[in-house]
């Protein structure tokens, strides 16, 4: 199942036009979870989570998503998570 992440944490990438970073890096993550609730027992439980990320073209909502490959995140850095619909 898809999740749509927040993490409390600066992207990857700093802003352009000298802007000051965002504290905030959203993604959209794939795990063997079938629910949400599964999802954030999966968190409680082990803290870190092995996702799949997958990246999506900004430059057209309608862009496909582009599988990046498997990422080990944190659990604690997390702010919300909920399901990813296309």
């Known amino acids: ?13 700093a802003p352009k036009g000298g802007d000051p970073p965002r504290l905030i890096h959203q993604m959209i ?13 999966t968190l ?13 073209d900004n430059k057209s909502h309608d862009s496909p998503l582009v599988e990046q490959g498997d990422i080990l995140i944190n659990g604690m850095h997390i702010g919300k998570v909920k399901v990813y619909v296309a």
Not at 1 to 13: D, E, G, L, Q
Not at 29 to 41: A, I, N, R, T
């Open 1 to 13: 199942m898809k999740f749509f992440v927040t993490m409390h944490m600066p992207p990857t990438m």
């Open 29 to 41: 993550v794939e795990h063997k979870s079938p629910s949400l609730e599964d999802f954030k027992e």
């Open 44 to 56: 409680i439980e082990d803290g870190y989570v092995v996702v799949r990320e997958y990246f999506k």
